[in-house]
Structures are given as C-alpha cells and as structure tokens.
T-cell receptor, first 115, second 116 residues
C-alpha cells in the first residue's frame, strides 16, 4: 500500500515570495491534515479536511496561508507571502475516518527554508 | 494551555540500557485518546500505539511497553534493552474533541539517542 506522498521534499525561498506544497493521501482516506513542525517542536495542526470540506482551520494564519482539497483526494497548501518564521517542516497526514481512535499516517514532509 | 508535556527534551543512553520517556497530559474530556509516534531522521512520523481513556491496561509489544495512569494523567513509554535503531524523536499526543472535530495535539517531543 502506498503511503502519503508529499512534494517537494525541500524548498528554499526568500521572504515575501510564495510557495506551494502538494500532498496525496493514502487511497480511500477521507480525512487529510496539514501540520507545521518548527525545529525542536511537536507538529501543530494547521488545517483538517474531511473529504473536500474544512473541519478545523482554527490555527491556520489565513492572511497568508491557504489550503484546498478540491476533489476530496489530493491537497495543496500555499503560503503567500512567506515570512522568516514560516521556516519549518510541513507534514501532511491522512486517516481513514476522523474518529477518535483513528491513527494518522504521515508523509515525509516538505522542509521549507525562508531566507 | 499546553495539553501534552514531555519534560525530557533529550535523553542519551548506551545500547542495551532500559529507558523511559515521560508524557503528562491535560484534558477536561472524559473520553480521549493517547498516542505515541516515532520520528526517525527521515522525518516521517510512525505510529506506535494508541490508548483510549477507558482502557488503563498497560501494553507490551516486544521491547516496547506503555504505562497509562489516569490518576497522574501520564502515559509513559519504556524501551527495554535499547538498540541504536531506536534513536529518534518520540512524540506523545492527545486526541480530544474540539469544536466538533477530533483534534490531535502533540507534545514537544523527546530526542532519544542510543549510543553503541
């Protein structure tokens, strides 16, 4: 079974530029998550989708971050314009259902460096 | 307020030693779920175990064991006879309902280094 796919693996941009990350979850997984992991910290949830609807985006900085999951499968996370503090690893995860005991499957992440 | 606390930032032991990673959580829910994930250098978080709040039985899986104690709000993880391949960052996480959604909150992580 293929895992969660993410691209690119690494990205370096200058501040005020824009960047986009792509995620393809495990086939059949209805729930998709984007997490931000700053160096030395645990992952922080940015947004959660159930199929193509947003379940939770309370911690997404909506003035610069946006995400979509148009057909309920793959997803794109965008940052525009980027700030220095956006340097982090962006992890995508998926689960079969959003239930409490459902485990999340994570991709390898995109490491973003903003200079 | 921080919901999951992993007080040990880094631990370093010699191979074959036993090591315990601490996790303390805070929640107002009576129904919640606890998880441990491992993050090797490749970056991908790997699921290790989940526990629901109604099941306080300790669990053992090979060299790994978990001690869940509701009275102290702790969910500690022990590796017996550690090996170099156990070197990774380990995260404890709490899933609870928040505004109608199941939200997974991670601790800060403990970086475990097993030296040969």
């Amino acid at each position: 079974e293929a895992g969660v796919a993410q691209s690119p693996r690494y990205k370096i941009i200058e501040k005020r530029q824009s960047v986009a990350f792509w995620c393809n979850p495990i086939s059949g997984h209805a729930t998709l998550y984007w997490y931000q992991q700053i160096l030395g910290q645990g992952p922080k949830l940015l947004i959660q989708f159930q199929n193509n609807g947003v379940v939770d985006d309370s911690q997404l900085p909506k003035d610069r971050f946006s995400a979509e999951r148009l057909k309920g499968v793959d997803s794109t996370l965008k940052i525009q314009p980027a700030k220095l503090e956006d340097s982090a690893v962006y992890l995508c995860a998926s689960s079969l259902e959003p239930g409490g005991d459902e485990k999340l499957f994570f991709g390898s992440g995109t490491q973003l460096s903003v200079l | 307020a921080q919901k999951v606390t992993q007080a040990q930032t880094e631990i370093s032991v010699v191979e074959k030693e036993d090591v315990t990673l601490d996790c303390v959580y805070e929640t107002r829910d009576t129904t919640y779920y606890l998880f441990w994930y491992k993050q090797p250098p490749s970056g991908e978080l790997v699921f290790l175990i989940r526990r629901n709040s109604f099941d306080e039985q300790n669990e053992i899986s090979g060299r790994y064991s978990w001690n869940f104690q509701k009275s102290t709000s702790s969910f500690n993880f022990t590796i017996t006879a550690s090996q170099v391949v156990d070197s990774a960052v380990y995260f404890c996480a709490l899933k609870e309902e928040f505004q109608g959604a199941q939200k997974l909150v991670f601790g800060q992580g403990t970086r475990l280094t097993i030296n040969p």
